[in-house]
């Protein structure tokens, strides 16, 4: 089968991209730059170049369009924030697709929107406020929280505030005034990442792990899978209640009392670690791309440990040493620590040879100076990154 993935820039679009070749598929990849991280796996055959989704998701939709006719596309697969302007114009699109109707996606596409969603469904999330102006920020009393924009990627748009001064800081900073903010109280426990696949309001599979290693921009450097008690349960209610269809993401907090939903993403995230567990998120997700039904799969084991070292690597750069940056290489080469039984999910080089080149020259770079980690993380999300212009379009051209 030809797939076409909508961005070559994003950890998800490398993942997938091992996961179809190693299913036997024909890849090839959108991207608005030459050098993405999906371009270096022997998986991809080609690289079509289209504008900067961030910049104009309109034009990003029409190139896509025209070169999926061209290259005789049989299904384009949305890895990145794609997903809602080819939920948006679905109706306009020339080859098969997996994406939600987009009055579902709206309802969980933007932070406030997720929030009063999930509150709708009475699915458990940190207390929550959202706030329009300055003066309501003096009700908030219990710190630390997260002060977030309706429409970021990434992280890009949440702070975190200690304090009061902090608060008035990061929501003006954020743009308190202009737009409404959610302040989010900072719940008690580890992160760990949900993936979901639903079809038509049926749960298809899903997926927990737990970020053992924070790496560059928060994302995992190394993942546990986990199972919890209660995720089937919820996510079965929440793809009920939206009807939803396709992947669906979420992040949430494991407590004492259970997982707290912080963010909820309608994409696939990652899926490399559900692969390693047993649950094949991408197999599914074609087989709904091609009007099939899969079955529902069983979740998979606790203690499935993967890594991202390019991740690991940048995330030791940030923190700002060489000798960071070498601890971590080292540590993963020799599987020591956290690293113990982790297998690589983004740069798989036994099978992959051109896939160890981003993280060689990520260490060179690294090595020289560690700031180029910023380098690295802006050229990573910015081509595919949602922005509140790049919505009110999408918003615009859909009709609704």
């Not at 910049?55 to 896509?64: G, I, N, Q, R, S």
């Not at 540590?331 to 981003?358: F, H, K, M, Q």
């Amino acid at each position: 089968m030809r797939v076409l993935l909508s961005e070559g820039s994003g950890l998800t679009s490398r993942q997938v991209a091992t996961r179809l070749g190693a299913l036997g598929h024909h890849v090839e990849i959108l991207s608005s730059t030459p050098l993405c991280l999906t371009r270096f796996t022997r998986h991809v055959r080609a690289l079509h170049k289209v504008p900067r989704f961030a910049d104009d998701p309109l034009k990003w939709f029409d190139a896509a369009n025209r070169i999926a006719t061209a290259r005789s596309i049989d299904v384009l697969l949305p890895t990145q924030e794609q997903v809602a302007v080819l939920s948006a114009l679905r109706a306009r699109l020339a080859v098969a697709t997996v994406v939600p109707d987009f009055a579902a996606l709206r309802r969980v596409q933007d932070k406030i929107a997720a929030w009063r969603t999930l509150q709708a469904i009475g699915l458990p999330q940190p207390a929550s406020v959202v706030v329009r102006s300055k003066d309501e920020l003096a009700d908030i009393t219990q710190f630390p929280v997260f002060v977030k924009q309706p429409i970021s990627t990434a992280s890009a748009g949440v702070r975190r505030a200690t304090a009061r001064d902090e608060l008035f800081a990061a929501a003006t900073a954020l743009g308190l005034g202009t737009e409404e903010l959610l302040v989010q109280t900072q719940a008690p426990g580890p992160l760990a990442m949900v993936q979901a696949l639903a079809d038509h309001g049926r749960l298809v599979a899903h997926h927990a792990n737990l970020r053992v290693v924070e790496g560059i921009g928060g994302g995992a450097a190394v993942k546990e899978s986990i199972e919890l008690p209660t995720l089937a349960e919820h996510l079965q209610r929440l793809v009920r209640a939206l009807e939803w269809h396709g992947p669906i993401s979420m992040d949430v907090i494991v407590t004492e009392d259970g997982p707290l939903i912080i963010d909820v993403n309608p994409r696939l995230v990652e899926p490399i670690n559900a692969r390693l567990a047993g649950t094949d998120l991408v197999g599914a997700m074609l087989e709904l791309a091609q009007d099939r039904h899969p079955p529902t799969l069983p979740a998979g084991p606790a203690g499935v440990r993967s890594r991202q070292l390019l991740l690991g690597v940048l995330g030791a750069a940030q923190r700002g040493s060489r000798r960071a940056v070498l601890r971590e290489l080292v540590a993963a080469l020799r599987g020591r620590g956290a690293y113990n039984d982790a297998v690589e999910e983004l740069t798989p080089v036994g099978s992959d040879p051109i896939a160890a080149l981003p993280v060689v020259v990520a260490v060179l770079a690294t090595l020289i100076a560690p700031s180029f980690w910023r380098l690295f993380h802006a050229g990573a999300t910015g081509p595919y990154a949602l922005t509140p212009e790049a919505w009110r379009k999408i918003v615009a051209a859909s009709g609704h």
